[in-house]
């Protein structure tokens, strides 16, 4: 074996060494630089993320409003036929009520006597 081949082996021994040493460390720079970094890009996802959120309960909050507001335009009353109301006894309006039956305090009542 000649003296070359050796220092070949050695080589390639020691690169395949130092590789797997820097398998799980690949990022550049040192670690407080990392962790700078690493902190303002998970500061920002958090950012987004509530960006995201606020953006879609605003769009849910608006899709209630106009499913809210379609009921509201669903729901239209049946006009009543003159008939169906003159039959009725006119129950849209309020009687008055008739004699001495009153609602409010006696003894005020006979100060009210004129508005029966």
């Given at each position: 074996m000649a003296?070359?081949n050796?220092?070949?082996?050695?080589?390639a021994?020691?690169?395949?060494k130092?590789?797997?040493?820097q398998?799980?460390?690949?990022?550049?720079?040192d670690?407080?630089?990392r962790?700078?970094?690493?902190?303002a890009?998970?500061a920002?996802?958090v950012a987004m993320?509530?960006?995201?959120?606020?953006?879609?309960?605003?769009?849910?909050?608006?899709?209630?409003?106009?499913a809210s507001?379609?009921?509201?335009?669903a729901?239209?009353?049946?006009?009543?036929?003159?008939?169906?109301?003159?039959?009725?006894?006119l129950?849209?309006a309020r009687?008055r009520s008739?004699?001495?039956?009153?609602?409010?305090?006696?003894?005020?009542?006979?100060a009210?006597?004129e508005?029966?």
């Open positions: 003296r070359g050796q220092r070949d082996d050695a080589r021994k020691n690169l395949k130092k590789m797997a040493e398998k799980g460390n690949q990022r550049e720079g670690p407080l630089s962790n700078a970094d690493d902190k890009a998970l920002n996802k993320k509530a960006e995201r959120l606020a953006a879609q309960q605003a769009k849910a909050d608006e899709d209630e409003k106009r507001a379609a009921k509201r335009k729901k239209k009353k049946d006009d009543a036929g003159l008939d169906d109301l003159l039959s009725a006894g129950t849209g009687r008739e004699g001495n039956i009153c609602r409010h305090n006696v003894d005020d009542c006979a009210r006597r508005r029966h």
